[in-house]
């Protein structure tokens, strides 16, 4: 059982920044990629960052170049920092937990998200 916990979500204005936080139960890092996903109000869950057991980052092209996944094994925590943020990225970020199979089956676990507005 994978429990994730994301914080750093708020209000900013287009152009600033947030760090967003997502504390894992345990030593999960090793096993499982760790994403990041967001939904828009009236919008599909959207994929925006992925950081992999072996160190390996991947990006949505809408995010690429502005936001950075990052982790900490020490503290069992991944980090999405985002920059130039534009009122676009408003939505609430989620972050999951994912380990492939050679089978092609996911286990998936989910935090349970935090709001990012971005506006004037």
Not at 9 to 37: D, E, H, K, T
Not at 45 to 63: K, L, M
Not at 100 to 108: E, I, M, P, W
Request: hydrophobic residues 30%; proline residues 3%; contains cysteine.
């Amino acid at each position: 059982q994978v429990q994730l916990v994301e914080s750093g979500g708020g209000l900013v204005q287009p152009g600033g920044s947030l760090r967003l936080s997502c504390a894992a139960s345990g030593s999960i890092f090793s096993v499982n990629a760790m994403n990041w996903y967001r939904q828009a109000p009236g919008k599909q869950r959207e994929f925006v960052a992925q950081i992999t057991p072996g160190g390996n980052t991947n990006y949505a092209d809408s995010v690429k170049g502005r936001f950075t996944i990052s982790r900490d094994n020490a503290k069992n925590t991944v980090y999405l920092q985002m920059n130039s943020l534009k009122p676009e990225d408003t939505a609430v970020y989620y972050c999951n937990a994912a380990r492939y199979y050679v089978s092609g089956h996911v286990d998936d676990y989910w935090g349970q998200g935090t709001q990012v507005t971005v506006s004037s």
